[in-house]
């Protein structure tokens, strides 16, 4: 059972390696729901020695793509994919909310023409679709690793039920991670009744420095100086809880003499 973490730094990244994940999902403008990090950054990450999936999102907003968002968002996966990187991370759909079939494609073969054992995990976009079970099949032949979902819920822990109907419906042929609004205290059921294979958690805290003045430069936010960062203390009460709930698991098992 995997600790993914979402950071948008290296000093996010050391701190999930040292606080038991066993990889992080970076991306950069987390406050506007991730996007594609630099090079200097993933470069930065990669190097602090942790399993590294980079997000790849063009934009904000939603995930009916471009043509030359596509185009844009092949040019990067091939140029991080020659940093290092364990994975990616991506998503489109059609204007029906199905999967995008030619530009998922388009998206994985790109990734896996730099690196035939990357990984892809198709995001969060999942949960937008009529039909999270029927994503899941379609996205099975594409060369998916995983799918991350929070069971169609603002909350994981409220998805729980999608979440094992997704895990029954796949049978372990494609791993089912769950992320959204995750607290420690969720970890145990999503991973013993919901059945996922692996959770994924921000593990944010708002960052205030302080006044900036008055002058406004270009942030909607209510205090422009603010950012998000990695919260330690959440990374380890997750990454117990994992080590817990694996436990409690291994212990529930049938015994093989039984």
Do not use: W
């Not at 406050?31 to 090079?39: D, I, R």
């Not at 594409?142 to 094992?164: C, E, H």
């Not at 205090?223 to 960062?229: A, E, F, I, K, L």
Request: charged share 20%; net charge negative; hydrophobic share 40%.
């Amino acid at each position: 059972m995997d600790l993914e973490i979402a950071v948008t730094s290296a000093t996010g990244a050391r701190i999930s390696r040292e606080g038991g994940a066993n990889r992080v999902e970076l991306c950069s403008g987390l406050e506007l729901g991730g996007l594609t990090p630099s090079n200097g950054l993933v470069t930065a990450v990669v190097e602090e020695g942790i399993d590294t999936h980079v997000l790849i999102r063009p934009r904000p907003g939603d995930f009916h793509y471009s043509a030359d968002d596509v185009a844009q968002s092949c040019l990067e996966i091939a140029s991080l994919g020659k940093i290092g990187i364990s994975g990616i991370v991506i998503g489109a759909l059609n204007q029906y909310g199905a999967v995008d079939i030619p530009s998922i494609r388009r998206l994985v073969d790109t990734a896996h023409s730099v690196d035939e054992t990357m990984e892809i995990t198709f995001h969060r976009a999942v949960d937008l679709a009529p039909d999270p079970a029927n994503i899941v099949e379609e996205l099975m032949p594409l060369g998916f690793t995983r799918v991350l979902t929070s069971g169609k819920s603002n909350r994981a822990v409220d998805g729980i039920p999608v979440i094992k109907e997704l895990a029954n419906t796949v049978g372990g042929r494609i791993q089912i991670m769950a992320g959204g609004g995750i607290r420690a205290q969720d970890i145990h059921p999503l991973l013993a009744e919901g059945r996922a294979d692996a959770v994924h958690l921000s593990a944010k805290k708002l960052f205030e420095p302080g006044a900036t003045g008055d002058v406004s430069l270009g942030s909607a936010a209510e205090n422009p100086g603010s950012y998000y960062v990695t919260n330690e203390r959440v990374v380890r009460d997750a990454s117990l809880a994992v080590k817990q709930a694996s436990t409690h698991s291994e212990n529930s098992s049938p015994s093989a003499l039984d």
